[in-house]
Each structure stands twice: as C-alpha cells, then as structure tokens.
C-alpha cells in the first residue's frame, strides 16, 4: 500500500529556532494534510493543501504542497514551548470513494525553553 | 465550535471481552472515520461511512463492525477482545460540501485497554 516517508523522527530545538520536517511518497496525492498530536489527544488540523506547489500559512506554520504531488514541507518559525508535540503529515487516498488518510511516522518535537 | 464526541474516554476490558465505542460527529457533517492508534505509531485507517452507508474499509479485523445511524453518529463495536487490541481510537467527521471536503476532524479519542 502507500507509505509517506516522514523526516526527521525528532527534533530537539532551542526555543525562538525554526523548524522543518517533511513528507514524501513514492504515490501521487491530491490533497495534503498536516496535524498536531498531543499525548493521549487526538491529532488536531493545521493546515489543509490541495493544490500542487500551494504555498499555505497558519500563524507561524507555513506548508507546501510539493509541484509533483509526492511531496509536502512544514515550517514552525520562531518555536514556543507549547509547540511541543508531534507532527503528522497525512495524504489522501482516493482508492476509497472517500479518501481515507495515510499517515506519515511523525515528527516529535522538542523545545528547549 | 462544536467538536467531534467520543466515549467513552476510556475503557479497560478482558481478553475475549466486547467493546463498544461511540463517535458524534460535528454537527452537519456527513461522514464519518474510525482510525487505531497504538503506542508510539501513526493512526491506522479502520473504517468509513457516508451518509450512513459503509464507504471504505482498511484494516478493520473481522471481529469489529460498525454503523452509521440515522442521527449520524457512529459505533465501533470490538469482540473477542484480544490483548493486542489495546490502543488509541479516533473517530474523525468530514462533509462532503464545500472545498474542505478533505479535512478530517478527529475526536480526543477512546483509550482502550485489554487485559
């Protein structure tokens, strides 16, 4: 099945450094998903891409969705320490008539503050 | 805003046990998403229902169902509960109307735990 291949696993960061972690896959998506789990809660949506090469800000997230479609970036700028978490990107697969997501591993951030 | 409602929050049964685990998704939306979450993995795609009809299915084992009701809401109903079913499940509503059609919104999810 597809996979999304997401680096870096962690990230150990000093508070106020910027951040980027990123997605890729060997398959075509249409849309990009990006969200924000913390422990024992459920992810929560940052930013939403449909459009190859869109660029998309959220506050100090800003997300691209790749111009071939196989990949997708994240950047946190200026991090707090309430950014502590993990970070998911999420493709849509439309072999379903609904499009059920694919996760990537994740990226657990870290800040120092 | 309201948000997607599950329970319960948490749950602890014995191996061979039932289970059965709500979703309310967010008010006018049309579908409705079950994903498992283990320990320290990304949510694992379970099953899916529009307009109450079964949309898509991942890798639901045999032993679970579930259903869409007439209100919208959704149960996620596990049996012979194994130890291996101990995780995280969201559930996750989306609609179908408009340009985010995509966006999938998850509840706080159910901790399971088989023992």
């Not at chain 1, 075509?28 to 789990?37: A, E, G, M, P």
């Not at chain 1, 959220?58 to 950047?75: E, H, P």
């Not at chain 2, 869409?68 to 049996?79: A, G, I, K, R, V």
Request: glycine share 10%; hydrophobic share 30%; charged share 20%.
């Amino acid at each position: 099945g597809q996979q999304l291949n997401q680096s870096p696993q962690s990230m150990f960061i000093q508070e106020g450094e910027d951040v980027s972690m990123n997605c890729t896959s060997s398959s075509i998506f249409n849309t990009w998903l990006w969200y924000k789990q913390e422990p024992g809660e459920g992810p929560v949506l940052l930013i939403a891409l449909y459009k190859a090469g869109e660029l998309t800000s959220n506050g100090r997230l800003t997300a691209q969705f790749g111009i071939t479609r196989k990949d997708s970036f994240l950047n946190i700028s200026a991090s707090i320490p309430s950014d502590v978490g993990i970070y998911f990107c999420a493709g849509v697969d439309y072999g379903g008539s609904q499009g059920n997501l694919i996760f990537g591993k994740g990226t657990k951030l870290s800040v120092k503050p | 805003a309201a948000g997607v409602i599950q329970s319960p929050r948490h749950l602890i049964k014995e191996k061979r046990e039932t289970a059965t685990l709500k979703c309310y998704p967010i008010p006018r939306h049309d579908t409705v998403y079950w994903y498992q979450q283990g320990p320290g993995q990304d949510p694992q795609f379970l099953i899916s229902f529009y307009e109450k009809m079964q949309s898509d299915k991942g890798s639901i084992p045999d032993r679970f169902s579930a259903q869409q009701f007439s209100d919208y809401h959704s149960e996620l109903n596990m049996s012979s509960l194994e130890l291996g079913d101990s995780a995280l499940y969201f559930c996750a509503s989306s609609s179908r109307e408009g340009s985010s059609y995509n966006e999938q919104f998850f509840g706080p999810g159910t901790r399971l735990t088989v023992l």
